[in-house]
C-alpha cells in the first residue's frame, strides 16, 4: 500500500467517515448571550473565561492545522465564542491560508464587529463568512442575544461582507418555538433578492444549560410549508456530498433558502469535521463529552510526528453518531456534554 493511501485509511474513523473539515474556536468569550448557547444568568460578568496563556496562540493553532491537513484537513472554520474579539484575528487567517493544502477558511460570527474589520480579513485570505442572526425585528433580536441593541451593526456587517467579495454571505437563524418563529418569514423577505443566503437551523440540546426540550424546536417540515405558501420553493441538490443544508431556491428566483436539520434530519452519516477548542483540545462530536489535550504535549515539545499520532489515535477511535442516537432516544444523560461556545459552533 502506497503511503497516501495508508493515510486515507488511517484518518477514516470508525463509522468509515474522512477527516475533511476543521473548526477552530479562538475565543470562548463572546459579547451576545444568546439564551440557547449562553444565557446571562450563568455567564455573569465575572465568569472565568479562557485568558492569557490557556488559549492557544496563532503559531500553535497554525502549528495543529498543519498537522491536520497532513491527515485530510482540507476546510477551516474559524468561531468561538466570538470569533472577532480576538485581537489580530487576520494574522491568523493569513497563516493559515499559507498552509498549501487549506482549500477554504471561513468564519461564523455574531456579525456585530463584521463592518470594520471584513475588508482586512477579505484581504488576509478568508473565503467565506456565515453570520448568525435570529431576527431583523430590534425586540426578537433582543430576546435572542440577551438583550443587545446592535441590530444595524449585524446588518451592516452582512453587506459589507458582500462588497468585501465574501459572497454567497450565509445568514445562520437558530428557529426557537415561541421566540423568534413568527418573524421567519419576515427575516427570509429582509434578505430575498440580495444573494444572501438565510439557512434556518433546528435548535439543537448541545451543551446543558440551554433548557432544550423536542416542543421548543420549530421542525423543518412545518417551516418548509409556511414558507412554500408564502413564495413556492423548489428543491435544489447539495453543493457537495456531506453537505449539511437542505437547499430550496425560491420559483420567483429571488434567491436561495437552506435548512439544517440537525434533530429531524441527523447527518452523522457524513460528518467529517475535528473541533479545536481554544485551549487547544481536539474534540469529535459536537456533543462530546471529553476532549483530547493537544496543547500539553505541543507546550512540552512534542514532534509533528507525536502530535500527528495523537490525532490520529482519536480519529480513528471515533464513533460519535449523537444526533442519530438522539433520533433514535439512545442518547447520554444531560450533564456530561461540552457547551458550544467553549467547543466552537
Ligand atoms: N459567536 C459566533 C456566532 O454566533 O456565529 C460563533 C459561535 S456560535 C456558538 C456558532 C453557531 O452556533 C451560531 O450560528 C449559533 O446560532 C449556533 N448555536 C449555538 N447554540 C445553538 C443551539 N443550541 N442550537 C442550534 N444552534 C446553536
Ligand atoms: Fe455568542 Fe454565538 Fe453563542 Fe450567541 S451563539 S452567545 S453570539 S457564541
Ligand atoms: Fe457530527 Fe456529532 Fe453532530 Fe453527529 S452529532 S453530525 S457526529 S457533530
Not at 421542525?219 to 441538490?237: A, C, D, Q, V
Not at 430550496?248 to 436561495?256: A, F, N, S, V
Amino acid at each position: 500500500m502506497r503511503p497516501d493511501e495508508r493515510d486515507k485509511f488511517l484518518s477514516s474513523d470508525k463509522l468509515g467517515r474522512p477527516l475533511h473539515d476543521l473548526r477552530i474556536s479562538v475565543t470562548d468569550k463572546c459579547n451576545f448571550r444568546c439564551p440557547y448557547c449562553m444565557p446571562a444568568e450563568k455567564y455573569h460578568e465575572n465568569y472565568d473565561f479562557l485568558k492569557g496563556e490557556q488559549l492557544l496562540g496563532f503559531g500553535e493553532i497554525t502549528r495543529l492545522a498543519r498537522i491536520y491537513t497532513s491527515l485530510g484537513v482540507r476546510k477551516v472554520r474559524l468561531t468561538g465564542g466570538e470569533p472577532l474579539l480576538r485581537q489580530g484575528l487576520a494574522n491568523l487567517i493569513e497563516e493559515l491560508c499559507a498552509i498549501e493544502e487549506v482549500e477554504d477558511i471561513a468564519l461564523t460570527t455574531n456579525g456585530s464587529l463584521l463592518e470594520n474589520k471584513v475588508e482586512v480579513l477579505a484581504a488576509a485570505g478568508l473565503d467565506r463568512v456565515t453570520v448568525s442572526l435570529d431576527s431583523v425585528d430590534d425586540a426578537v433580536f433582543g430576546n435572542m442575544t440577551g438583550g443587545r441593541e446592535c441590530l444595524p451593526d449585524v446588518l451592516a456587517g452582512i453587506f459589507a461582507a458582500q462588497r468585501a467579495g465574501l459572497a454567497p454571505v450565509k445568514v445562520n437563524a437558530v428557529v426557537m418555538r415561541g421566540n423568534n418563529e413568527e418573524g421567519v418569514l419576515e427575516l427570509l423577505n429582509f434578505f430575498r433578492g440580495t444573494g444572501i443566503i438565510v439557512r434556518l437551523v433546528e435548535f439543537m440540546d448541545v451543551g446543558t444549560i440551554n433548557q432544550w426540550s423536542r416542543d421548543r424546536i420549530v421542525p423543518y417540515t412545518e417551516l418548509l410549508e409556511r414558507i412554500n405558501r408564502r413564495w413556492p420553493l423548489e428543491s435544489l441538490e447539495k453543493n457537495y456530498a456531506g453537505e449539511v443544508a437542505n437547499r430550496y431556491r425560491y420559483k420567483d428566483g429571488q434567491g436561495e433558502v437552506g435548512f439544517i436539520n440537525s434533530i429531524t434530519q441527523p447527518f452523522c452519516t457524513s460528518c467529517s469535521r475535528a473541533r479545536l477548542s481554544a485551549d487547544g483540545k481536539m474534540y469529535s462530536c459536537l456533543f462530546a463529552a471529553e476532549g483530547l489535550d493537544l496543547r500539553t504535549p505541543l507546550r512540552k515539545g512534542a514532534t509533528d510526528a507525536e502530535i500527528r499520532s495523537l490525532m490520529v489515535g482519536k480519529w480513528i477511535g471515533r464513533d460519535d453518531r449523537y444526533s442519530m442516537d438522539r433520533a433514535a432516544a439512545r442518547q447520554a444523560k444531560k450533564g456530561d456534554r461540552i457547551e458550544m461556545f467553549y467547543i466552537g459552533g
